[in-house]
């Protein structure tokens, strides 16, 4: 029997600071006054649909609108709660994680939900596409967590970054826990690809 991660995250109760977990791939902030609001642009409905509930699991009721590229724009209200969040991940119009920056389970989790997709043998976590200066900041965050990636650029289905091997994968799977209702099989890191 394995023992939970202290960073898993099923090992403590969800934060709203933990929604920063989106930024680290395609989700913006944008403040307003003494809030701020994050949201991200999906492709897929069930990635909708995931965020959403477990935005509303917190407490939050989530905001979603066709976006203007296509997708699903999903949204947290405007809340003084991520105005902190906010300060520290942007300087002026460039989104960056701030100094320190840990990526652990339920911030992986975000990320999962928003961006992550696997295929045989690795799972990869999609950047933001006009993000480039966050990006190195973010890999080193998930090297740090334990589970190393190899950056990809947009030539090879990035910018996003990609783990690969049995024990990586079974480290992210312990951080991000199971997938949420109605996520399929292959959006969720999993230990054996059929």
């Keep these: 029997m394995s023992q939970m991660s202290l960073f898993s995250a099923a090992a403590r109760e969800p934060r709203v600071a933990d929604l920063d977990g989106l930024l680290a791939g395609p989700g913006q902030v944008v ?3 003494g809030t701020a609001r994050i949201s991200v642009v999906v492709a897929e409905e069930w990635r909708a649909d995931a965020l959403a509930a477990e935005m509303e699991a917190m407490g939050i009721a ?4 066709e976006a203007e590229q296509g997708g699903t724009a999903v949204r947290t209200p405007w809340l003084a709660e991520l105005r902190p ?3 520290a991940w942007t300087a002026g119009a460039v989104k960056r994680p701030p100094a320190g920056w840990a990526l652990d389970g339920p911030r ?3 990320w999962c939900l928003a961006a992550g997709s696997g295929q045989p043998g690795l799972y990869s976590l999609a950047l933001g596409v006009s993000d480039e200066p966050a990006w190195q900041p973010i890999g080193g965050a998930l090297a740090a967590s334990g589970v ?3 950056l990809v ?7 996003a970054y990609r783990v690969v091997g049995q024990r990586r994968l079974a480290r992210l799977r312990e951080l991000v ?3 949420p209702a109605g996520v399929p099989d292959a959006a969720w890191p999993t230990l054996i690809y059929r």
């Design 148 to 150: 190393p990636g190899a």
């Design 108 to 110: 992986l989790r975000w």
């Design 62 to 65: 989530a905001e979603r609108d």
């Design 85 to 87: 969040v906010a300060d």
């Design 153 to 159: 650029g947009p030539r090879a289905d990035g910018p």
């Design 177 to 179: 826990g199971d997938p």
């Design 31 to 33: 403040r307003r006054g």
